[in-house]
T-cell receptor, first 112, second 110 residues
Framework: GNSVTQMEGPVTLSEEAFLTINCTYT??????LFWYVQYPGEGLQLLLK?????DKGSNKGFEATYRKETTSFHLEKGSVQVSDSAVYFC???????????FGKGTKLSVKP | DGGITQSPKYLFRKEGQNVTLSCEQN?????MYWYRQDPGQGLRLIYY???????QKGDIAEGYSVSREKKESFPLTVTSAQKNPTAFYLC?????????FGPGTRLLVL
């Protein structure tokens, strides 16, 4: 079945460091891929998405490229800020009910 | 302001009690979803509804029930049959391929 695997956290970085959070998926076909961000005590916010292979999603300095060869959708940011501290979820649209399949989330802490 | 609202933010359930979580959206979306989030876990699908007056079980529907009488509303009832209800509950609606989430309800057992 469809599944998403993302790197385990927590990830702790200093401000202005480079961020990579790895995400790989198993799916039939080429589903749309998403990154969501969750701040403490809140719901999920859509960060970026890519709907087909080789697409690059980007938002607020974050980027991720849909790589069908490696079945990956890694999240990157060139220079993180303290305000980026949150839990990041990788997901694919591939459930039989039209739902999202989520990874377990990666907690990011950015220190000043 | 368009969006999804969930209430209450915190909910306490006593043993043997049914409780209902509210989810309302004014985005005019047909499809709505309920997910459960446990610490250190991804989200798991409880129920979903593609259209008014129709809903389907998700992966972990046991101990839960829903209704969809209006397009805007998709309430979730956590029944006494759900033996481990403590979790963060998230409602979402979908436009094309993208799901948009509400702020969540944290359910605690007294």
């Amino acid at each position: 079945g469809n599944s998403v695997t993302q790197m385990e956290g927590p990830v702790t970085l200093s401000e202005e460091a480079f961020l990579t959070i790895n995400c790989t998926y198993t799916a039939t076909g080429y589903p749309s891929l998403f990154w969501y961000v969750q701040y403490p005590g809140e719901g999920l916010q859509l960060l970026l998405k890519a709907t087909k292979a080789d697409d690059k999603g980007s938002n607020k300095g974050f980027e991720a490229t849909y790589r069908k060869e490696t079945t990956s959708f890694h999240l990157e940011k060139g220079s993180v800020q303290v305000s980026d501290s949150a839990v990041y979820f990788c997901a694919l649209l591939g459930g039989s009910q039209g739902n999202l399949i989520f990874g377990k989330g990666t907690k990011l802490s950015v220190k000043p | 302001d368009g969006g999804i609202t969930q209430s209450p933010k915190y909910l306490f359930r006593k043993e043997g009690q049914n409780v209902t979580l509210s989810c309302e959206q004014n985005l005019n979306h047909d499809a709505m979803y309920w997910y459960r989030q446990d610490p250190g876990q991804g989200l798991r699908l409880i129920y979903y509804s593609q259209i008014v007056n129709d809903f389907q079980k998700g992966d972990i529907a046991e101990g839960y029930s829903v209704s969809r009488e209006k397009k805007e509303s998709f309430p979730l009832t956590v029944t006494s049959a759900q033996k481990n209800p403590t979790a963060f509950y998230l409602c979402a609606s979908k436009e094309r391929e993208t799901q948009y989430f509400g702020p969540g309800t944290r359910l605690l057992v007294l």
